[in-house]
Nanobody, 123 residues
């Protein structure tokens, strides 16, 4: 089970850190992804971190502004979002997969999803 938190309202240029808590003893065997869905749009890939935390992957739209990390001892994964823009407004979801990095950008690759947390960036 995954639980995302940390969303809120922030001005453009600001920062937020999202957290995703995982239950279960097999967290460290899963790679973790972040997706987002804006109103009227499809859910899109934001980024992912592999099971060890050594490798991260980002969508071009967030590269250089967002950073994903994980703490396997705490069953946590984080999404640090800096230099936020109004177009980053969306519900953000964390998800877990056992597939390799080739599959990270694809929603159907993920076995488990969190409930989502709203991020709103005002201009």
């Amino acid at each position: 089970q995954l639980q995302a938190s940390g969303g809120g309202l922030v001005q453009a240029g600001g920062s937020l850190r999202l957290s995703c808590t995982a239950s279960g003893r097999t967290f460290s065997s899963y790679s973790m992804g972040w997706f987002r869905q804006a109103p009227g749009k499809e859910r899109e890939f934001v980024g992912a971190v592999n099971w060890s935390g050594r490798s991260t992957y980002y969508a071009d739209s967030v590269k250089g502004r967002f950073t994903i990390s994980r703490d396997n001892a705490k069953n946590m994964v984080y999404l640090q979002m800096n230099s936020l823009k109004p177009e980053d407004t969306a519900v953000y979801y964390c998800a877990a997969t056992r597939r390799d990095s080739t599959w990270f950008p694809y929603r159907d690759s993920y076995d488990y999803w969190g409930q989502g947390t709203q991020v709103t960036v005002s201009s």
